[in-house]
């Protein structure tokens, strides 16, 4: 700091020279305003017609690069499971006594919705009647081995003992095995049915419809091919005239029909999604507009760069259009952020145009030449170090990272680059028609709102300059230490439900319904990761792979609770008990035949009985509802595996959730062969650590390209030193802030970092330059301009971050919040810490000169 000490002469005449190319852009704005401004409009055209044609892609794994394993297989997986979306009618009444109307409502329905054609309906589910009556049918093959020997022994037993007895030839008559009744069999057999594993739970069914125990409701479920908007909508419409041509009222007075689905849920999630990023983008773009007028105090100013603003936006994502296509739920939000960053570029040139219209007396063509001249370089070099902060998450991995530094990156250029060509162009338009400044009456001073921003910061930087650098000096060494402390503990989010959507959609009644759907019909499989095998001999292999490693695991560690494949559905031991079952069921015969069983007894008993020839049971034997979450899109039954999370544990646990993907991401089978696992967990899990990875990566970058701006700009002078120290300390402050309030770094607020370091570089870079300029003796006149307008440039900036605290994300909101703290300490650090330090330094450099 030792070059700050001593007074720093005004550059010579040629530093403050500007290009010859930028001159003769001032000199042709000046001349030809309209001809810019018809340019600026045509170019608008295009522009907003490819931003409107910006797709949308929530999914966490648009995040995640394309040549990820986890990706490929997700897509895989994707490819061949069931896609089929599900529209569920639920019919409710309130009086549950009555809930035949449901059933025979139910029973009329079905046929009209199937009749609608398998273009809209693919199958109409209503209930596990067909399920039931199968393992009705086959209840001995699903009975417990042991049990089942223990039966046939005690009817066998039994048998013998009465032919014995009706024969003569009984030894002990008292010792008797109990009789062959409806009661014994159902005592042995009916209470001990072995139940085919699932993967979730499956909730009584009452009359085999999916009805509510307490009668009040009934659903249907609809599978169906359709998809998208248009398709939905029509599907819907279609469903709703089958619903009103059967009369729901003329079954029970009480009956109304609801519709939920996930071709429902899922839209109203799109929706709110979309309208949550609508509102934050024009909650930040007018936030930052009022606070341009309220520094200007003019409706022209803010049109002006609110104009300027709308092109560079406009530009930034219709070329998003043509680079990457689409936003993801990293970049979707990125308009409030554009905004906000990008309108200090003009807020810089304004504020020195306004300040020689209106202090220097120069005419409008004079004016426009002055701030080009004067307000070039540090605007270039602060868009520069944006949009460095902005690229240096390119080089990650991430995609939601890279995407971002991407758009943000050339979205910093063009704002510049829009700013300096219609701008001007449009002021000296505007004073064509109307003259901003007119001549002012004797004793008349100008509106100076502007400079009331840097009032207080000049005041605190010359009325007490020591004490304030002393006081900043120890929040820095105090920062340092906090920040040491933020990522020495593990700095990383855990907890997915920081990260998730808190959606008005879940009290909404199409939630409701799907909840009340959920109770009545189960959610076979909704939290399990489905793997897949490429043949079915695989599927025992994997298997028992998986059940080793969670043998293997400690008690307290296990990564899943079980592992359910189609084979979990077909009876074990079958050819076992077919034996057994065929010789109960003969002796049963022969008993009935001898009039060892009652009349009363058989009548109970015989239903239960298999007919037939007893052969096993297959997969192709299940029934289509029992094998559905192992049938693919082909037909192809048995070669998905599903893995159940650990009981106990929270999905929402990342920690668990990378033990859990580690268990299944990869699993060599016998033969050598490696069947890869995919779904959210490992999604999530990849996600978690690509932040550690890319993290560092992205932060060096960022401070890198920061430096190597600020070294060129001041081409190598001990002054810019006084841009690093003030960016020192406005990053360590924002980290030793998330610190203390422990916001844990995410897939959404981790950007928050570089964008910090490139703002903190930015906001000191622009005070020093002016200071270069200005000279020591003028300090309170750059404190007051310079870091009013600075002061306003971090304004708008903020005001863009604290917009995302509107959104219904929570991870946005972090973002949010800690990018807007990393503006405030920046701010202060660039316009009162800084200051303070060179007003400080020059006095005692004046005190020892004498």
Known sequence: MSGNTSPTPAPDAGEREMPKLLATLAKLQARFPWRFVIIAVLTL??????????????????????????????????????GASTLSIVAQIKDGSKRQSLRTFVDTLVPRLSALGPEWVGSVDFGVRDTQRFFDDHKLLYANLDELKRAHDKIVERYDW?????????????????????????????????????????????????????????????????????????????????????????????????????????????????????????????GVL????????????????????????SWTFGLTHYTLGYLNSSTGFLVSIIAGNGINYGIMYMARYVEARRDEGLDPAAAVFAAHRDSWLPTLASAATAAL???????????????????????????????????????????????????????????????????????????????????GVLVGVVSIVFAWRYFERDPMEYDMHNVRTDSAQSESGARALSDKVDRVVGRMGQEGMAVMTDRIDQVPLLTAELE?????????EKPFEKVVSIFSLLPSDQVEKIPLIEEMRDRIARARKRHFISDADWAKVEPNLPTGELTPIGIGDLPEQVARSFTERDGT??????????????????????????????????????????????????????????????????????????????????????????????????????????????????????????????YAHNVVQRYRFEGPERIEHVIVETGGAVTLCSLTTTIGYLA???????????????????????????????????????????????
């Open 45 to 82: 055209i295009p522009s907003i017609w490819a931003a409107s044609r910006l797709g949308f892609k929530p999914d966490f794994a648009e995040l995640l690069p394309d040549n990820k394993d986890s990706v490929i297989e997700m897509r895989r997986v994707a490819k061949r499971l069931p």
């Open 162 to 286: 009465e032919v014995a007895k009706a024969q003569g030839t009984l030894i002990d008559e008292e010792d008797a095995p109990d009789p062959i009744t409806a009661e014994s069999i159902e005592r042995e057999l009916g209470a001990r049915d072995e139940k085919p594993l699932k993967a979730g739970e499956t909730p009584a069914f009452p009359g085999g419809y999916y009805e509510a125990p307490d009668g009040t409701y009934a659903a249907i479920l609809i599978r169906t091919p359709a998809s998208g908007r248009a398709q939905v909508k029509e599907l819907r419409r279609r469903v709703e005239a089958a619903v009103q041509g059967t009369n729901p009222q003329s079954f029970e007075p009480t009956m109304r029909i609801g519709y939920t689905g996930d071709v429902i849920t899922s839209q109203e999630e799109y929706d709110a999604i979309v309208e949550d990023l609508s509102h934050v983008g024009a909650g930040g773009v007018a």
């Open 290 to 313: 009022l606070s341009v007028l309220l520094f200007f105090l003019r409706v022209r100013m803010v049109l002006t760069m609110g104009g300027a603003l709308l092109i560079g936006l």
């Open 389 to 471: 902060a902005y690229g240096s998450l390119m080089v990650t991995n991430f995609r939601g990272f890279k995407h971002f530094g991407v758009i943000g990156g050339y979205g910093m250029i063009l704002c510049w680059l829009t700013t300096y060509l219609f701008m001007p162009a449009i002021l000296v338009a505007s004073e064509r028609v109307w003259p901003a400044y007119p001549a002012l009456a004797p004793g008349h001073k100008p509106l100076k709102a502007r400079g009331y921003y840097g009032v207080l910061f000049a005041k605190l930087a010359l009325g007490a300059p020591r004490v304030t650098s002393v006081v």
């Open 548 to 556: 080793r490693r969670l043998k293997a695991a400690p008690p307290n």
């Open 637 to 762: 039954r048995g070669r998905i595996v599903y893995i159940a999370p650990k009981v106990g544990q929270s999905v929402w646990n990342a920690k668990y959730l990378m033990r859990w993907a580690d268990s299944f991401r990869y699993v060599k089978l016998p033969t050598g062969e490696v069947i890869k696992g995919s779904g959210r967990a490992v999604i999530f899990a990849d996600m978690i650590r690509a932040i550690g990875e890319d993290a560092p990566k992205a932060i060096a970058m960022s401070a890198l390209g920061s430096i190597l701006v600020i070294l060129l700009a001041f081409r190598g002078s001990r002054l810019s030193f006084g841009v690093f120290f003030p960016w020192l300390l406005g990053l360590t402050a924002l980290l030793a802030f998330m610190y203390f309030k422990d916001i844990r770094l995410n897939f959404l607020n981790f950007v928050a970092i570089p964008i910090t370091i490139g703002i903190g570089a930015e």
């Open 804 to 850: 995302l605290l509107m959104s219904i994300n929570r991870g946005i909101r972090s973002f949010g919040l800690s990018a807007a703290v990393g503006e405030i300490t920046c701010l202060c650090a660039a316009v009162l810490w800084l200051p303070s330090l060179l007003v400080w330094f020059a006095q005692r450099r004046k005190k020892l000169l004498g």
